[in-house]
């Protein structure tokens, strides 16, 4: 079987703050009737595997290829306890989310079993004009001023709350307590880490029991990172060339997260040599490749796995064209961290990103011979 692009059939989460949003924003076709809170795009975990959709591999879950292709699929990643490195969703919260933590490296050692780390980065879809989201403790707040906003029941006085607008990118380390607020939609990128431990949800009653939600405070306190310094404030850093401009939005020790916008009609070779995500924004793009019969279509709201050991692969604009690109960082790439105060450590200085260069192919035109 020839390795090319993976597309996997969409999982759905129906969630008690979901939406439909999903379905106008991104052509999802979703389940009649029910609030859709995640669509799962790309997942390799014990009781959720993706599906490849189309192509040689049609019906293969990601799992299945991780072991079948091996390094053709994951390069020099290395994999996440046995499975893929990432797991890439979208979500919309027609209802603010809980307050949450995921845990850390020392807490996730401790309890074992399918308790993993989980670092994330939320990239802004849509927002409406009250849209925000919580991303840590201010300053000062320590467990006890915690424990007592929970128990007079105002929380949200204790945490930073942000507001968002389309086209921001948020990290979120383990550790970090935080929500997403109500009317945003959002592309998330984390590990692939289902464990999450709700510490407030908002005296929300769950309609099919008739009762609150669980709540696992022991263990959200446990994980929230209390001396950790605040997350600054991202800021993109751009580099552009003729027809293509890359964006660096998040660089930390689990995965990188750029932003590339390509000129409508130009033609690339897709220049990397480990496996990509790319996440379609906006516009329309085709991927050939060598042992491809034609090339691969992808819209907006498609996510594209692209192995490592795809051979010969092109990408075309067929029109002006923005996704995000997902990878997974090397030596190389973390040798920068290695600069940076823990502060910094998701806002590298910018690099020159694979897909930028001063010999640019002028556009495609179909009147060129």
Known sequence: ??????????????????????????????PPGEPIGESWEVADLEDDQSVVRAGPAKGKTLGALVKEWGKDLIGHAELFEGRFPLLIKFLDAHETLSVQVHPDENTARKLGG????????????????????????KPGVDATRLQTALAEDHVESVLQRINVRKGECYYLPSGTLHALGAGVVVAEVQTPSDITYRIYDWNRIDEQTGK?????IEQA????????PLIPQDRPHHVAGMWTT??????????MIERIRMVGGVEREIPHSEFVIWIMLEGQA???????????????????LLPAGIQESRVHAIEDATWLEVSIPLSSDLAELEKLTGERASQPPAGGGGFVSLNVPKPHSNNEA
């Open 221 to 228: 306190m446990e994980c929230i990172a209390f001396d950790a």
């Open 114 to 137: 399918r308790v993993r780390v989980k670092n994330e980065a939320w990239y802004i879809l849509h927002a409406e004009g009250s849209g925000c989201i919580y991303r840590g403790l």
């Open 286 to 304: 085709a991927i050939s490749y060598k042992g491809a019969s034609q090339p691969l279509e992808i819209l907006v709201g498609d996510t594209v």
């Open 1 to 30: 079987m020839s390795v090319g692009p993976l597309l996997f059939e969409p999982i759905f989460k129906p969630k008690i703050w979901g939406g439909r949003q999903l379905e106008q924003r991104l052509g999802r076709k979703l």
């Open 212 to 216: 609150p939600r669980d709540l696992h």
């Open 246 to 255: 890359v964006t660096r939005l998040v660089l930390c020790e689990s995965f």
